[in-house]
């Protein structure tokens, strides 16, 4: 910034009120926070407009970044009482927000912010090298996402304004799907990304270096990384050194052993063949499923009450209640979330009110095959509103220490 464009310049202070910028600005700062700290930006504050600068306030979702209730962040990138780097670029109906120079927001808002104050409210953080420069009227971000005003929008952006967690955990790069264009999905839809890899038999990463290297790429990113433990040999193929290096794990029940030794795939009919018995088949599905959930150490269970093609459209007849209820209590027993599944539209409303009503917790989760295919959460924005759940019905991952591998470990052999 040169001098001749510099409206502000402060070396050191808690809290700021600086007189109105225009309405095209750069602010750029270093800021320092305490634990628990309620500390901000505010820009244009007639209309609220608010980047958070905190991420340890008891039970708040949204991270140092964040525009409060347009954008959130969901991982935190920088600690407390270490000092970083905050950008604030605004200009027309345009907002970005960088912390230590990585795009954690790009707003576009309907219409354009206008002029107002410009506030940084401590008093429990600290901002050093503050300025504010002023940008030329017509300044504009050619590469800004357009606004999101359809229905779907708004209420992912209502959710969010509410402290839920919109976050989809079950993200894959593969099929064309990169790491930028989910980043670019996540800051156009507000929905984050839990990018995760395919860990097992015949998969995508089938040892402990892969699954390391994996990690290694994400890291730095503003996005959560997860390990998919496919199959029941997972445990043996990747030490708990090496999988408790991932945020959190999930895995499913979609591929088991049955009572005579045919190991399959659910979604593969090839490898299901005919089912003679379903009352039968589904009585080993429940076992396996409960078994999964009592013997494996992951946080997250998804694809949930998953029926091969042969089965899938008596859903409803064969998920009894006494079925669903084994299910869902070994889910809670094992303090494991469930899926709400936007790619087979899973589990099912009654599925959802059981497991609620035992207190399990819930997660957005795609389950995308590529890039064509990654959905809004459409599924569970429908089940947050048929079935009431509340903010605080969701998962959020727990720090390293905390986390089911942490807490439960590998069953012994």
């Not at 009592?294 to 007849?317: Q, S």
Request: aromatic residues 8%.
């Amino acid at each position: 910034m040169t001098r001749r464009d510099l409206l502000f310049g402060v070396a050191a202070a808690q809290s700021l009120r600086l007189s109105a910028p225009q309405h095209n600005f750069e602010l750029d700062a270093e800021a320092q926070v305490e634990p628990g700290a309620d500390a901000s930006i505010r820009f244009q504050s007639a209309r609220g407009f608010v980047v958070q600068i905190s991420s340890s306030q008891p039970g708040e979702r949204a991270k140092t970044g964040s525009l409060l209730g347009l954008r959130h962040l969901y991982k935190q990138l920088v600690a407390d009482r270490e000092w970083f780097r905050i950008n604030l670029v605004v200009r027309q109906a345009n907002a970005q927000v960088r912390l230590n120079g990585v795009l954690v927001a790009d707003y576009t808002h309907p219409e354009p912010f206008g002029a107002g104050t410009l506030e940084l409210h401590g008093p429990d953080a600290v901002f050093r090298g503050v300025r504010v420069k002023k940008l030329p009227d017509d300044a504009r971000n050619e590469n800004a996402p357009p606004p999101q005003t359809d229905a779907l929008a708004q209420k992912l952006q209502t959710l969010a304004a509410q402290n839920y967690p919109v976050v989809d955990y079950h993200t894959h790069l593969k099929g064309g799907l990169t790491l930028d264009l989910a980043l670019q999905h996540w800051l156009t839809t507000g929905i984050g990304v839990g990018a995760a890899v395919n860990c097992g038999l015949g998969m995508e990463v089938r040892e402990p270096a892969g699954a390391r290297k994996f990690i290694q790429s994400l890291q730095g990113q503003p996005v959560y990384i997860a390990m998919q433990a496919e199959g029941r040999e997972w445990m043996d193929m990747f030490p708990r050194d090496v999988a408790s290096e991932f945020e959190y794990i999930f895995t499913d029940s979609m591929t088991w052993t049955d009572d005579r030794g045919k190991r399959m795939r659910l979604w593969r009919p090839n490898e299901v063949g005919v089912i003679p018995d379903p009352q039968e088949f589904m009585e080993t599905l429940v076992r396996r499923t409960v078994g999964i959930l009592e013997r494996e150490p992951v946080d997250i269970y998804v694809n949930p009450t998953f029926l091969p093609a042969p089965l899938d459209k008596r859903y409803d007849e064969l998920w009894t209640d006494a079925r669903i209820t084994k299910v869902v209590k070994a889910a809670k027993a094992s303090d494991i979330a469930i899926e709400l599944n936007d790619r087979y539209k899973l589990p099912g409303e009654r599925v959802v009110q059981a497991a609620k009503a035992e207190g399990v917790k819930f997660t957005f989760g795609t389950n995308n095959a590529g890039a064509s295919d990654l959905g809004r959460c459409e599924y569970g924005v429908e089940m947050v509103e048929r079935c009431k759940l509340q903010w605080s019905d969701f998962f959020v991952p727990r720090p390293k220490g905390d986390r089911a591998i942490d807490r439960r470990g590998y069953p012994s052999r």
